[in-house]
């Protein structure tokens, strides 16, 4: 989760109250114990929008530049690895995340990958709304936003990570799938299926 890293970097641009921050750290601490929950997971998509709503785009660039600069070296090694290895063999690579677009897309080429896909928020005369644009980047959204952005890809042919059981309706039509230190849920489906578990 990247809630916490942004929320710490939103403070310190006063984005958000400390109580906000509080909160959100709270929340973060019980995804990393527990994985997520559907309630985690609305709270966290309405805190980002409701910090958000009605500031200037250009307010929030310093913050996404910052964010990323603090994410990447907390990204696992066997992770980059991975993702290093298939942009070595010519590999199309796409991040895909429940996460706010910009803060996807900039990370995914920070790394080396062709894009990142995130949920994005609606931006009217280059003011932040606070509501989203399209659906919410999470379980069966994810499926739409990635054919929103690359229209009709052969996702047959991919190879998917993740690791989350909300991610249960792309593991479905991907060609290969790598667990990657999954929630309880997740683990248990990936047992039973027989598809392979990193960390």
């Known amino acids: 989760s ?3 890293t942004v929320a710490r970097v939103a403070l310190r641009h006063r984005l958000i109250s400390p109580y906000r ?3 959100g750290l709270a929340r973060n601490a019980r995804y990393a114990r527990r994985g997520e929950s ?3 997971v609305a709270y966290a998509r309405d805190a980002v929008l409701g910090a958000i709503a009605g500031r200037r785009v250009d307010q929030l660039v310093h913050v996404v530049d910052e964010s990323v600069q603090r994410l990447l070296p907390r990204l696992r090694p066997t992770m980059v690895a991975a993702l290093n290895g298939h942009l070595a063999a010519g590999d199309r690579c796409i991040v895909l995340s429940a ?3 910009e803060l996807v897309d900039r990370l995914a080429r ?3 990958a062709e894009r990142g896909i995130g949920t994005r928020g609606e931006i009217v005369d280059g003011r932040c709304t606070g509501r989203l ?3 919410f980047c999470h379980g069966e959204g994810k499926i739409v936003r990635l054919r929103a952005e690359l229209g009709d890809v052969d996702l047959a042919t991919s190879t998917f990570y993740t690791d989350s059981k909300s991610d249960l309706p792309l593991l479905g039509l991907v060609g290969e799938r790598v667990i990657v230190d999954p929630d ?3 683990r248990s489906v990936a ?3 027989g598809w392979p578990i990193t960390s």
């Open 133 to 135: 644009e399209g659906p």
């Open 38 to 40: 559907g309630a985690l």
């Open 110 to 112: 920070e790394l080396g």
């Open 99 to 101: 996460s706010p677009h």
């Open 191 to 193: 047992l039973v299926q």
């Open 21 to 23: 921050l509080v909160s």
């Open 184 to 186: 309880d849920e997740l």
């Open 2 to 4: 990247s809630l916490a």
